[in-house]
């Protein structure tokens, strides 16, 4: 019986090995040249002071000498590159299995003459030059309105109102008794009848009263000139003084196209420099222009000016009040020097940094490098590179996110891990702390946007509670919750400011949230929780929150004992980073103020 129980003992031993095994090669399948299995080997191993060690079931662990996995207790393995060396800490290697399967693709660095795109943010206005104002002509009480409602169109010389005026009434009495008298006195006539003109009382109306010997109480207001009513000032009833405005009215044949621009950029507009624009209830439909005035002054306020395009409008597309969506392209100028030029999808961004994966040079297997780049402005085809890489260097244009999640589950440098190598391979920064960033505070925010915006953080608040629980299934889940909630913010309705603290805030959000859905180890959850956390922390500094009850904690300890902040409604501490481990771990640092409401 015995011996019965340890050959069942023995086997269940056997297959629980062969499991193990079986899982720790699926976990390295990917990422092992030609997808060939790779026995986990437990044999003694000759060291190499070069050698990096790490774990086939755990592959983020690495160690610069053999021993047990500190995660699952199995034997480190060395690591070795394609040519049976070890690898570089700033290298990853992939597969032509893996490369297929995520759809990477790269496109060589190149210099042309770029032209620059400048978006910009506007509104549709009636042209100031076609305004009209529509005014009573005399004193008196508004017996009746011709025009129901604002948007009407009236024509020149139609009857606006009904105005009963005692002035008028009198006017026309002494008009009657001046032409009984006029055998005395010719002159009161012209005087009366002079009196009755300037109040704009039509000459048949005025030989109407001469001919029945009637006085006319209510009299007509006529328009002076045709538009459509953009505002209507009075209501029937209303005592009105002479010269008093009953309607603004325009001609809307040709309409403003008003853009703001910030003061750093107004050195690259023009006069006649040609534009194109949207407005988001056409879609499909772009409308061509040119610059027609560029604002000689700055608003101190928003740091911006205005430029306007005078536009056609014959069919009535374009309303005053429209939001519009501009684009700006300034093209290259004759003798300009080329620039070196990268696609924007390969551009990946860390808060401050910028950072692309650059494909190495020479190798039979594929390898990335991470590279910090810095950007100058931005172009049609992508943005301009002043330092960081050169010309005829491949990166990354496609699927940039899949390697930089990729590298972090192999501990590489990665966007989350500030071990970047700028060019010629040498190591700008060896801190792996993930940096704070901040923005400046954003005036105008839409009440559509700050919507979308707090359910954002509604659900970065179940990412944080799943961490504290260190349930890494349900952070993941939450995660994914978030990077889709990202697309579901609207962008209508920000100024330019908005939508260039939104883009930062936006894509650095889906990036974190995207490396934590895509992760169940719970120590990369974290790590990639920091960034995520800098984002939305800084997303709340420029746009405000919506309610109150919203605190900035800290805990010292986090972040390669840098210190991390996070989020939370809740001014216990409850720390995301440790979970019971070291669940009290921290400080409250602020509550955030609350400056838009969002309804």
């Not at 021993?67 to 290298?91: F, Q, R, S, W, Y």
């Not at 005087?191 to 000459?203: G, N, Q, S, V």
């Not at 007509?220 to 002479?242: C, M, S, Y």
């Not at 260097?393 to 899949?402: D, L, N």
Request: aromatic share 6%.
């Amino acid at each position: 019986m015995k011996r019965t129980m340890k050959i069942r003992i023995s086997i269940a031993n056997i297959i629980t090995g062969l499991l193990l095994l079986g899982a720790g090669f699926g976990l390295a399948w990917l990422f092992l040249p030609g997808g060939e299995e790779k026995e986990h080997v437990h044999s003694e191993v000759t060291v190499d002071t070069h050698t990096i060690w790490t774990c086939a079931m755990d592959p983020q662990v690495r160690q610069d000498e053999p021993g047990a996995c500190p995660i699952c207790g199995m034997d480190l393995t060395p690591l070795e590159d394609e040519k049976g060396g070890a690898e570089t800490e700033n290298v990853l290697t992939m597969t032509e299995t893996a490369l297929r399967m995520a759809d990477i693709r790269v496109s060589a660095v190149t210099r042309a003459h770029g032209s620059t795109l400048l978006r910009l943010n506007g509104y549709v206005e009636a042209d100031e030059g076609r305004r009209r104002s529509l005014a009573a002509h005399f004193p008196g009480r508004v017996e009746q309105m011709y025009v129901a409602y604002e948007g009407e169109y009236v024509k020149k010389g139609s009857n606006i109102a009904l105005i009963y005026s005692p002035e008028v009434v009198t006017a026309q009495e002494e008009l009657l008794e001046a032409i009984r008298f006029k055998d005395l006195n010719p002159g009161l006539v012209d005087a009366a009848r002079r009196k009755l003109r300037l109040w704009k009382i039509p000459e048949a109306q005025i030989a109407e009263i001469e001919k029945t010997g009637k006085v006319k109480e209510e009299l007509p207001v006529h328009a002076d000139v045709g538009g459509t009513v953009l505002r209507k000032k009075v209501r029937q009833g209303d005592h009105v003084k002479e010269g008093q405005v009953l309607f603004d009215v325009a001609d809307l044949g040709v309409v403003w196209v008003i853009f703001e621009v910030y003061e750093r950029d107004l050195a690259r507009i023009q006069k006649g420099n040609p534009m194109a624009f949207s407005v988001p209830s056409l879609p499909g439909k772009t409308f061509q222009g040119k610059v027609t005035f560029v604002d000689p002054v700055v608003d101190k306020q928003k740091g911006v000016a205005h430029i306007r395009l005078s536009i056609r409008n014959r069919k009535g597309l374009l309303k005053p009040g429209m939001y519009t969506e501009g684009r700006l392209l300034e093209a290259a100028s004759v003798g300009q020097t080329s620039r070196l030029l990268v696609p924007k999808s390969a551009v990946l961004w860390t808060g401050k940094r910028s950072v692309v994966y650059v494909r190495e040079p020479g190798r039979e297997i594929p390898a990335f490098s991470l590279r910090e780049v810095q950007l100058g402005e931005r172009i049609a085809a992508g943005y301009e590179i002043l330092s960081g890489l050169r010309e005829g260097e491949k990166v990354v244009t496609q699927g940039a996110f899949v390697v930089d999640a990729s590298a972090v589950l192999k501990g590489k440098s990665s966007m989350m891990q500030r071990k970047i190598f700028v060019k010629g391979g040498s190591e700008a920064e060896v801190a792996t702390a993930i940096e704070a960033w901040s923005l400046e505070e954003v005036a105008e925010v839409s009440a559509e946007f700050m919507r979308g915006f707090t359910a954002l953080v509604t659900v970065y608040m179940a990412v944080k509670d799943a961490l504290v629980a260190s349930d890494a299934q349900a952070t993941a889940m939450a995660a994914s919750r978030m990077v889709m909630q990202v697309s579901g913010v609207p962008e209508a309705g920000l100024s330019e400011a908005g939508r260039i603290a939104w883009g930062k805030v936006g894509a650095e959000t889906r990036q974190a949230a995207g490396l934590i859905s895509g992760t169940k180890v719970i120590a990369v959850q974290r790590t990639a929780f920091i960034r995520l956390s800098n984002a939305m922390a800084a997303g709340l500094q420029a746009f405000g929150a919506s309610e109150a009850g919203i605190y900035l904690q800290h805990c010292p300890m986090a972040n390669e004992n840098q210190g991390a902040d996070w989020l939370s409604r809740d001014y216990e501490i409850r720390n995301p980073y440790f979970g019971d481990a070291m669940l009290t771990c921290g400080s409250v640092k602020q509550e955030l103020s609350v400056r838009n409401s969002g309804k």
